[in-house]
């Protein structure tokens, strides 16, 4: 059952922008830290970024640097992916996870709860 609900997901042209948000209705994630990965079609998922549970330290994986950006509003419960200079290799499902204690942020094990996914693709 996904604790995590990810939107802001959809069709944009290569160049573009889109913000994605991940809530989690029902359940405290302000201790977690929180993180974004993505799967392409006969791909295997991939981390995109990461924030600790102070907003204090981000990570990014190479597809991301200086074009994504991860922050978190532990008020409202909800992180957010600005993605920016959008490129077509960047389509696919991406989702929104929460780990309590990960000793890797970029590996998927390690996350304890996952949203459902939300489609991104990049086509003119």
């Known amino acids: 059952q996904a604790q995590l609900v990810e939107t802001g997901g959809g069709l944009v042209q290569p160049g573009g922008s889109l913000r994605l948000s991940c809530a989690a209705p029902?359940?405290?994630?302000?201790?977690?830290?929180m993180g974004w990965f993505r799967q392409a079609p006969g791909k295997e998922r991939e981390f995109v970024t990461a924030?600790?549970?102070?907003?204090?330290?981000?990570y990014y994986g190479d597809s991301a640097k200086d074009r994504f950006t991860i922050s978190r509003d532990n008020a409202k419960n909800t992180v957010y992916l600005q993605m920016n200079s959008l490129k077509p290799e960047d389509t696919a499902v991406y989702y929104c996870?929460?780990?309590?204690?990960?000793?890797?942020?970029?590996?998927?094990?390690?996350?304890?709860?996952w949203g459902q996914g939300t489609q991104v693709t990049v086509s003119s």
């Open positions: 996870a929460a780990a309590l204690n990960p000793l890797n942020i970029a590996t998927p094990h390690d996350y304890d709860y």
């Open positions: 029902g359940r405290a994630f302000s201790r977690y830290t």
């Open positions: 924030i600790t549970w102070s907003g204090g330290n981000t």
